[in-house]
């Protein structure tokens, strides 16, 4: 694992340097903003430790330029400022974590597990969310509630439609187009079957309701 600390005060870089590597993570410094923005996008880290306040360029816009790179890697702030207001703007910059100094070195190394378990268990493909009903394209694993849900390909292929589409008003004909990849006969009931069989699933046991039909023209996957 290695980490990229950007910190001015060099007796607090090395000390964390130092810890780290005890812990077995290879560490590399940075103490400059400028120079640490350059390391972060030249170089390849698991995650980034970030003090705020410091020279050439600051915390905050590192934290801002290192997220226009990479949106996954695991940025830990740190600083002296503790306000509420300071929080907010490190955790809107984009950093994951924020650590008050005068920090314990155990407290350190507690947060940068935790972001580096987190990011360990960030699944790829594309995923869609809505409520507390989670879609995965790649896993096809679908969640609501934290509880895993079991959908056939058909009501998969469905919701992922319904997912990709929150808050559309979508037509029968636009769901078989998308679903069955055919033209229905509007005589037939099947979609309104499947969209049951999913609703039994994903909605009867659970609140808010997410599928609603439109009378007499389909159907529209939204919170309300
Ligand atoms: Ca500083």
New binding site residues.
Partial sequence: MKILVI???KRVAEFIKKGLEEQGYFVEIAYDGFLGKKMAVEREYDLIIL????PKIDGIEVCREIRKYSKSIPILML??LSTTEDKITGLDSGADDYLVKPFQFRELVARIRALLRRQTHVETGQTYSIADLILNTETRKVTRSNTEIKLTAREFKLLEFFMQNKGKVLSRADIGQAVWEISFDPGTNIIDVYVNYLRSKIDKNYEPKLIHTIIGYGYVLKEE
């Fill in positions: 910190e001015d005060e003090d705020i306040i410091l600083t002296a």
